[in-house]
């Protein structure tokens, strides 16, 4: 079951706000925003009661994608509009097939400060580069 395997990596993708994933006798495993629980099992039994493989449903600015691959059924909730839409089916359907390995905890992302060359005592220091540029008009 790789949907149950794979959870945490589509909880990861960028815009994926909760993600919930079903299999045939299997309890529901839950990712993201708790407020979105309800919705996602209301959508899994609507897919249930359709006998589709795929539904799409827009709920206030968000849109719910539940689909089926395999033995797994899993519902995602995403903004709508967002540029991941257009390849979340696939990417569904890709980790449907094989475990991914564990994510990595994400490292803190530390911003380096430019290297200064060293300055001998007694010399001025490099003049530093100004965040806002001079302006270049003859006006000012």
């Given at each position: 079951?790789?949907?149950?395997?794979?959870?945490?990596?589509?909880?990861?993708?960028?815009g994926?706000?909760?993600?919930?994933?079903?299999?045939?006798?299997?309890?529901?495993?839950?990712?993201?925003?708790?407020?979105?629980?309800?919705?996602?099992?209301?959508?899994?039994?609507?897919l249930?009661?359709?006998?589709?493989?795929?539904?799409r449903?827009v709920?206030?600015?968000?849109?719910?994608?539940v689909q089926?691959?395999?033995?797994?059924t899993?519902?995602?909730?995403?903004?709508t509009?967002?540029?991941?839409?257009?390849?979340?089916?696939?990417?569904?359907?890709?980790?449907?097939?094989?475990?991914?390995?564990?994510?990595?905890?994400?490292?803190?992302?530390?911003?380096?400060?430019?290297?200064?060359?060293?300055?001998?005592?007694?010399?001025?220091?490099?003049?530093?580069?100004?965040?806002?540029?001079?302006?270049?008009?003859?006006?000012?």
């Amino acid at each position: 079951m790789s949907l149950r395997a794979n959870i945490d990596h589509l909880k990861a993708a960028q815009g994926i706000e909760a993600v919930a994933v079903i299999g045939h006798g299997e309890p529901r495993i839950f990712r993201g925003n708790e407020s979105w629980s309800a919705v996602l099992d209301g959508a899994l039994s609507l897919l249930d009661k359709t006998g589709e493989p795929t539904i799409r449903m827009v709920v206030g600015k968000h849109t719910v994608v539940v689909q089926t691959e395999r033995e797994e059924t899993v519902a995602v909730v995403l903004p709508t509009g967002h540029a991941i839409a257009k390849s979340l089916r696939r990417m569904i359907r890709r980790m449907s097939r094989k475990v991914r390995p564990p994510l990595r905890p994400e490292a803190p992302a530390i911003a380096a400060a430019p290297a200064q060359p060293p300055v001998a005592p007694g010399q001025p220091a490099a003049p530093q580069a100004s965040a806002t540029p001079e302006s270049t008009s003859p006006w000012g």
